[in-house]
T-cell receptor
Framework: DTEVTQTPKHLVMGMTNKKSLKCEQH?????MYWYKQKAKKPPELMFV???????INESVPSRFSPECPNSSLLNLHLHALQPEDSALYLC????????????????FGPGTRLTVL | AQKITQTQPGMFVQEKEAVTLDCTYD???????LFWYKQPSSGEMIFLIY??????QNATEGRYSLNFQKARKSANLVISASQLGDSAMYFC??????????????FGQGTTLQVKP
């Protein structure tokens, strides 16, 4: 099973709302990622969790708050977002560990299309 | 500086023909991995193929092959016998050994491929 699931698929929220994006994988991967992607652009890394600990925060504004409750789940809590935060949010996972060999590729979920009004 | 360059913003190919998508990379690190991902209009990033910097042979996965020319720092994706379902955006990405345990991918700008019937 090489599936990463994300919910919801679409989300529309106002600037004063609080919402959460959810990501789940059952591949036994120990690294999980959040990316933000604007139309026709490459994904931009936001956060990396390695063995359930936050290892990378790419200077993301505090209105985005990640959480990794366990090795299979990754959440992204959203609060007081701006219209420019509207984008496709992708979750990914990989085996983790220090190796370059094949097998450490990242598997992506289908994404959540977020619109901030 | 580490960088991935995809010089073809958009390409067309006739169904059943082969097509090559260009990717060049820049790094002084001798240890790295190169990936190709496909992103259909639905949004999901689909892993296609991986090449490690020390791999002796070019990677192949079904209709996908990676033409790895280390001296030229190029990692072109070759799709044989194109199908209508191959129409998508394609991203080349690189990971460096130092960051392989945290999985920070460096993406190119992408190439949009359209397959004509």
């Amino acid at each position: 099973d090489t599936e990463v699931t994300q919910t919801p698929k679409h989300l529309v929220m106002g600037m004063t709302n609080k919402k959460s994006l959810k990501c789940e994988q059952h591949m036994g991967h120990r690294a999980m990622y959040w990316y933000k992607q604007k139309a026709k652009k490459p994904p931009e890394l936001m956060f990396v969790y390695s063995y359930e600990k936050l290892s990378i925060n790419e200077s993301v504004p505090s209105r985005f708050s990640p959480e990794c409750p366990n090795s299979s789940l990754l959440n992204l809590h959203l609060h007081a977002l701006q219209p420019e935060d509207s984008a496709l949010y992708l979750c990914a996972s990989s085996q983790g560990g220090n190796k370059l060999a094949g097998g450490n590729e990242q598997f992506f979920g289908p994404g959540t299309r977020l619109t901030v009004l | 500086a580490q960088k991935i360059t995809q010089t073809q913003p958009g390409m067309f190919v006739q169904e059943k023909e082969a097509v090559t998508l260009d990717c060049t990379y820049d790094t002084s690190d001798p240890s790295y991995g190169l990936f190709w991902y496909k992103q259909p209009s639905s949004g999901e990033m689909i892993f296609l193929i991986y090449q490690g910097s020390y791999d002796q042979q070019n990677a192949t996965e079904g209709r996908y092959s990676l033409n790895f020319q280390k001296a030229r720092k190029s990692a072109n994706l070759v799709i044989s016998a194109s199908q209508l379902g191959d129409s998508a955006m394609y991203f080349c990405a690189m990971i460096l050994r130092g960051s392989s345990n945290t999985g920070k991918l460096i993406f190119g700008q992408g190439t949009t491929l359209q397959v004509k019937p």
